[in-house]
């Protein structure tokens, strides 16, 4: 039986100012039980511009959630116009720290390389990184889905430093899931999920790769919850459209209990 922690993260993207984040972590955290937080981190990820409120919030409340940012800069500070480095998000006491997600590499041209940098950046200062791989769907109808994202996987995270492997999460979201109402198989997320642990294994050792968790992201419901976390090699869940919901998050994170 696995030892890993399993980690729910919502990633809201670009919607909500900080007087909404605030609302929708309220309501949230009143469809919950205290038990439905035992034994997993629930990780919140606004905008940037809400960060410092919902930090508030959690404190405040104390709320058994953690802070999590969409994004970072690969360098320590200097001239980068509208950019965040890792230091800024540490001291705002934010845990983890998304690293490659699917619409950074295509709206941004993030490649691997530069995804690399961000997540040595974020382990540096002492976070925790989410690196996201995965394929479109010509990929995955050529067949080539797993060598796609193997490749994508081991040039986003080679010679990346950690002592503890819970610091390193690989989230795999295939690009043609994500917002499309389509979601991988169960079966299917489990396959990309296994191979990637044997990759980890090859860039690693396999104790590493027995540590380091995997989350699935693409269309994530409350319906598909108990499936895609019923599979040997996931860890979690990376959640995007149904996490602006409050009734859906909670009951994605309460899936345990109902």
């Not at 800024?88 to 934010?94: E, V």
């Not at 060598?147 to 996987?153: G, I, T, W």
Request: net charge negative.
């Amino acid at each position: 039986m696995s030892t890993r922690t399993p980690i729910i993260a919502a990633n809201w993207k670009m919607y909500k100012d900080h007087l909404e984040a605030i609302q929708l972590v309220q309501q949230f955290a009143y469809h919950l039980k205290e038990e439905d937080y035992d034994g997993q981190h629930i990780v919140i990820c606004p905008p940037f511009t809400a960060l410092r409120s919902v930090q508030t919030l959690i404190h405040a409340d104390k709320l058994p959630m953690l802070l999590g940012a969409q994004n970072v800069h690969t360098d320590a500070s200097g001239a980068f116009t509208g950019e965040i480095s890792a230091a800024m998000l540490a001291r705002l006491d934010t845990a983890y720290v998304l690293v490659g997600h699917s619409e950074r590499r295509m709206y941004n041209a993030e490649t691997d390389a530069v995804v690399n940098a961000k997540a040595r950046a974020v382990l540096a200062a002492g976070m925790h990184a989410i690196v996201c791989v995965g394929e479109m769907l010509d990929d995955r109808r050529a067949n080539n889905h797993i060598k796609v994202v193997l490749d994508q996987l081991h040039a986003s995270v080679a010679q990346l430093s950690f002592t503890d492997p819970e610091a390193l999460v690989i989230a795999y979201e295939p690009v043609w899931a994500i917002g499309s109402g389509e979601t991988a198989t169960s079966q299917d997320a489990q396959e990309m999920a296994s191979a990637i642990r044997s990759e980890l294994a090859q860039i690693f050792d396999q104790a590493a790769a027995d540590a380091i968790r995997i989350q699935y992201g693409g269309s994530v419901k409350p319906g598909n919850i108990r499936s895609i976390l019923a599979q040997d090699d996931i860890d979690g869940a990376l959640v995007g459209g149904a996490s602006l919901s409050a009734e859906d998050f909670a009951l994605i994170v309460a899936h345990r209990r109902l």
